[in-house]
């Protein structure tokens, strides 16, 4: 069956270190999305992607970066963690067309 | 700025009780409506797409409307099974870009 998945669940990191969150789907789905959740504030969009080659920022992408080299994968990497980057992570894919998002199962990551 | 508003923020229900949460929206313009489902420690699981005013979608105790300003999430005789937080999100462009609401804490007590 088709899946989508994240690495690691749970993850600590000091401040100032990089951190990288992997994303890797089997649903040949060319959106990508990563969101942030914290309590307050909901799913935030941090960076997204149309297809390989192709990335674009979201709302809070300040201090993130992604690339998309082929269709499966859509790495997050954090450059310089910080405190405020504490928050549950999770990717998104859907296909062209009005079908929503299957979202991962998410990645906890506190910065300390 | 576009803005999605949920309310309540949480809600506990006897079983069989039956409610309706509800999701507002302020957006230049609705390309969709989308209503999650998200269980403690797990992604959102995709409910129903509703794309214009009138519209209505039913999946087992719950059916999702859509009106020209919000959307309510009715659910007929909940069960425990329920639980979990609601989650609403639009689509202003045709861009595959969300905009979510915080969502609602559902509790069905047994």
């Known amino acids: 069956d088709a899946e989508i998945t994240q690495s690691p669940r749970h993850k600590i990191t000091e401040t100032g270190r990089q951190v990288t969150l992997a994303c890797h789907q089997t649903?040949?789905?060319?959106?990508m999305f990563w969101y942030r959740q914290d309590l307050g504030h909901g799913l935030r969009l941090i960076h997204y992607?149309?297809?390989?080659?192709?990335?674009n920022k979201g709302e809070v992408s300040d201090g993130y970066s992604v690339s998309r080299s082929n269709t499966e994968d859509l790495p997050l990497t954090l450059e310089s963690a910080a405190s405020s980057q504490t928050s549950v992570y999770f990717c998104?894919?859907?296909?062209?067309?009005?079908?929503?998002?299957?979202f991962g199962s998410g990645t906890r990551l506190t910065v300390v | 700025e576009d803005q999605v508003t949920q309310s309540p923020e949480a809600l506990r229900l006897q079983e069989g009780e039956s409610s309706s949460l509800n999701c507002s929206y302020t957006v230049s313009g609705l390309r969709g409506l989308f209503w999650y489902r998200q269980d403690p420690g797990k992604g959102p699981e995709f409910l129903f797409t509703l794309y214009s005013a009138g519209e209505e979608k039913e999946k087992e105790r719950l059916k999702a409307t859509l009106t020209k300003k919000e959307s309510f999430l009715h659910i007929t005789a909940p069960k425990p099974e329920d639980s979990a937080t609601y989650l609403c999100?639009?689509?202003?462009?045709?861009?595959?870009?969300?905009?979510f609401g915080t969502g609602t804490r559902l509790k069905v007590l047994a």
């Open positions: 998104a894919s859907s296909p062209a067309g009005d079908y929503g998002y299957t």
């Open positions: 992607s149309y297809g390989v080659q192709d990335t």
């Open positions: 999100a639009v689509d202003t462009s045709g861009t595959y870009k969300y905009i």
């Open positions: 649903w040949n789905h060319n959106n």
